[in-house]
């Protein structure tokens, strides 16, 4: 196995690392935390296969190949795959809720019909990049594995820039906050403020999550039956992207899916350039300053210089300064001042590093609550790319060995409290693992 050069104390949280992705691969996909997470997560599965590049690149390859064995005709990459092995009850909303169309899939398999942010094109030239450290039988796997994602990869990007850019700006709109992956955050109050709440599930089925891990840390019961609103408002819309901004109450555009976005415009354009198609590879590049300059214009609060999520209904910037405000640095065609404001903010009594999911000085700002204040590893080490991208790597160092030092000193836990760095959520965290992997190596 391939192991880097590191010292005991590293060696160490190597080893815990590579055990908790062992530990949570479950035959052909990872799942995120065996307690809390059955099932395959979209974006989990792109962050586990960063890892899963030094340690199983094999595993790597599988897990992004039983995601996109789930893509849809329509090239949504579902946000959860659900595994038919795992009891209907042991994750809700679970398969019955949402009640996919049929036509949805090309595997046995039912998932959910919304999707996460699109990191796998990212993940797939990771972890082809360090597929020659392994050997020739593996360099060779990672071609055949990039030559089956790249249509793959494409057909997600174009699902998301045409059919979600809801507002026609430029930009894909989510239409549910678990599509940001940063479920409860402040980021998306005002626009839940006016989404109706719907307890009749909830009230049926109590919430698994609250049975396995602390409520306080949770998203709320008011929040959670407005995801489960949303959730029944779109599926009886059968999945459709038609309209909207008129049909549903949650059509946003957040600043880090939309980085996202873009990033993965890039990492294609690399794809392209080894499969041999130079002129696919500069249209990616185009996309990519495309889909930027859109976050530039649009996502950009010159009062404040920070970067919001918009409502694509009301054309109101979130109030909330959010940890997805910071990773448009991910993009190195954004404009030098917007680079150096998010370094600003990120610097600022507001953040730190390594950064709090909010603002800690927000009025919504709550230490040990998801995505309202703890520290997630997978979000500062997009803010660490981005740091490095912008040439910040002094503070690209500073903030990789502190990620190093909350998981060594606390577990691979799913977060952390921002000022004592307690681990709290799921303790056995794939892509908390996995990132560690990366940071080591
Ligand atoms: C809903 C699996 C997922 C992550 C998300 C995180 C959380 C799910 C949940 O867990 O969301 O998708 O049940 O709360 O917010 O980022 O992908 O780890």
Do not use: K
Not at 129 to 150: D, N, P, V
């Amino acid at each position: 196995m391939y192991a880097p050069a590191v010292s005991d104390l590293s060696a160490e949280l190597w080893q815990s690392a590579a055990r908790v992705l062992d530990t949570n691969w479950s035959g052909d996909h990872t799942v995120p935390s065996r307690r809390l997470y059955p099932h395959q997560w979209s974006w989990d599965a792109a962050f586990t296969a960063i890892g899963l590049a030094y340690v199983n690149p094999s595993r790597a390859w599988r897990d992004l190949r039983s995601l996109f064995e789930a893509q849809w005709p329509d090239g949504r990459v579902p946000h959860i795959v659900f595994d038919p092995d795992t009891a209907e009850d042991d994750y809700f909303p679970g398969p019955g809720v949402w009640n996919v169309p049929a036509y949805a899939g090309r595997r046995p398999r039912s998932s959910t019909g919304l999707v996460q942010p699109p990191l796998h094109a990212l993940a797939a030239w990771e972890v082809y990049r360090h597929a020659s450290a392994h050997g020739a039988a593996c360099a060779g796997e990672a071609r055949t594995e990039l030559a089956w994602l790249y249509p793959r990869l494409v057909a997600q990007q174009d699902y998301l820039t045409e059919r979600r850019d809801a507002g026609g700006t430029g930009l894909a709109a989510i239409v549910h906050p678990w599509e940001s992956g940063l479920d409860d955050s402040p980021a998306w109050d005002t626009v839940l403020d006016a989404v109706p709440a719907d307890r009749t599930l909830l009230d049926r089925h109590p919430r698994r999550d609250l049975a396995v891990a602390d409520a306080t840390h949770l998203p709320t019961d008011r929040d959670f039956a407005r995801y489960l609103g949303l959730v029944l408002n779109y599926r009886d819309g059968g999945y459709s992207d038609t309209d909207l901004v008129q049909r549903h109450p949650f059509v946003v555009e957040c600043p880090a899916f939309n980085s996202i976005l873009a990033g993965a415009e890039l990492s294609l354009a690399q794809i392209a350039g080894v499969l041999g198609r130079p002129g696919a590879a500069s249209r990616h590049r185009d996309r990519a300053r495309e889909i930027t300059a859109a976050l530039a214009r649009r996502l950009w609060d010159p009062a404040t210089r920070t970067f919001r999520a918009r409502d694509a209904r009301t054309g109101r910037l979130s109030p909330a300064r959010c940890v997805s405000g910071l990773l448009p640095l991910m993009l190195p065609d954004l404009p030098a001042d917007r680079a150096e404001a998010i370094m600003t903010e990120a610097r600022s009594e507001r953040f730190g590093l390594p950064a709090p999911s909010a603002d800690r000085t927000g009025p919504d700002f709550d230490a040990g609550r998801y995505w309202r204040g703890p520290i997630w590893i997978n979000v500062n080490w997009l803010l660490r790319r981005g740091m490095q991208v912008h040439g910040h790597h002094g503070e690209a160092e500073t903030l990789r060995r502190a990620m190093l030092r909350l998981v060594h000193e606390h577990g691979h836990y799913e977060f952390f409290h921002p000022d004592t760095g307690a681990g709290s959520g799921a303790p056995a965290f794939s892509w908390t693992a996995a990132l560690c992997l990366d940071l080591l190596a």
